[in-house]
């Protein structure tokens, strides 16, 4: 029985959730009257979306067991500070886009594993 999703759509859901926390981040930081328009958590939360946002594309493209541990260990503290940033600037939306992110996370986690034990029975 084959998986509805393919092995890489933890990936491509993880850099969905990476662009949409960007596209908020920069609207906070340049729209008048958001709180934090022009701080330096904004600038920092832009930052951090747009290394996800590269680290999942490189996490889609990697074939190493070692390389894939190890961009999903930086991935899981960029995700878990991007949202801590997230609560402290008041930016509820992007603490959601950083938990979709994890779920996107979770899935390229354990997805793989089920889809190569299904190729080699």
Do not use: E, N
Request: hydrophobic letters at 60%; one cysteine or more; glycine letters at 10%.
């Amino acid at each position: 029985m084959s998986s509805p999703f393919s092995p890489k759509s933890g990936a491509i859901l993880l850099l969905i959730a990476s662009l949409a926390g960007l596209a908020v981040a920069l609207y906070a930081y340049f729209t008048p009257l958001t709180g934090v328009t022009g701080t330096l958590g904004a600038l920092v939360a832009i930052v951090a979306c747009i290394a996800l946002a590269v680290l999942a594309l490189l996490l889609a493209t990697v074939k190493g067991r070692g390389t894939s541990i190890a961009l999903r260990i930086l991935i899981l503290i960029g995700l878990g500070g991007t949202f801590f940033a997230a609560m402290l600037l008041h930016q509820w939306w992007i603490g959601v886009a950083m938990a979709v992110g994890l779920i996107g996370l979770l899935l390229d986690l354990f997805r793989p594993a089920h889809h190569s034990r299904l190729t080699h029975s």
